[in-house]
């Protein structure tokens, strides 16, 4: 994936087409932002074709099989965006400040702890807008990854359970893409109940795919309150996962 960028570039001047075009653009300024250490102001655009869109280009646009195959390729490459942020910046995560303000605004959060937090991009939106952010991650992953150096922020070296113990005096936790397997979110969400007074705890993620353990979807109760609706439709996935944010009730 290192000549990601590349390859769409070359790919998109052959190609010359507006809508390819267009995705290819709005990849660029991903990276370019994510290259400054900033964040998006708005949620990126929808990037891929779905078959039938991909079908229709085709017969519109194309007469040879180079062509054909060229365009395939690019499609490819468009729907594996996330991909190539995660190995390039150890992100699988792309918030945004739009959607920060509306966290911020909507739940009236003042000051915040993310778990979990990798590189701590949430926790760097979340900051610009005016949260008071704690980022903590256990850090194992980082000793093995070539993104591991590449923080948005200070993370501190604490596992999720620790850090929801320690950090009790905010109004926001925050987890985003807990991983699919093992117990690590329930084991976070019944301490959180049980010794963190945040009134809001969100997980950003996919239900029943590619985030949380299945007894997470299975048990937690989650909220679905106007604010929480208005938060995820500015927060749009950029892909085929249907990323979102998602609420948890405190049951206690």
């Not at 965006?81 to 303000?101: C, D, V």
């Not at 959060?109 to 990798?118: D, F, Q, R, T, W």
Request: include cysteine.
């Amino acid at each position: 994936m290192t000549d990601f960028l590349s390859k769409i570039n070359q790919l998109d001047a052959k190609l010359n087409i507006e809508s390819v075009h267009q995705q290819v653009v709005e990849i660029n300024n991903i990276v370019a932002t994510i290259k400054q250490k900033q964040v998006l102001k708005k949620a990126p655009k929808k990037l891929g074709f779905l078959p039938d869109i991909a079908e229709e280009i085709c017969s519109n646009h194309f007469h040879s099989k180079d062509q054909l195959d060229d365009f395939k390729t690019i499609n490819q490459l468009l729907n594996n965006t996330r991909q190539f942020l995660a190995i390039k910046f150890g992100l699988w995560s792309i918030p945004n400040l739009e959607t920060a303000q509306t966290i911020k605004d909507q739940l009236k959060i003042y000051k915040g702890l993310e778990i979990m937090a990798g590189n701590g991009y949430w926790s760097k939106a979340l900051s610009q807008v005016g949260v008071k952010m704690t980022a903590t991650d256990n850090l194992d992953w980082s000793r093995t990854s070539n993104t591991g150096a590449q923080a948005f922020v200070s993370v501190g070296n604490y596992d999720a359970v620790t850090a929801v113990k320690q950090f009790n005096d905010v109004d926001l936790i925050i987890c985003s893409w807990a991983p699919n397997f093992g117990n690590s979110d329930e084991k976070v969400v019944a301490t959180w109940q049980k010794f963190n007074s945040a009134k809001h705890l969100l997980f950003v993620g996919e239900r029943n795919g590619v985030t949380n353990s299945v007894a997470f979807w299975q048990k937690e109760s989650f909220l679905h309150t106007k604010k929480l609706k208005l938060i995820n439709q500015i927060f749009t996935s950029f892909d085929f996962i249907d990323e979102q944010i998602f609420e948890i009730a405190h049951e206690i």
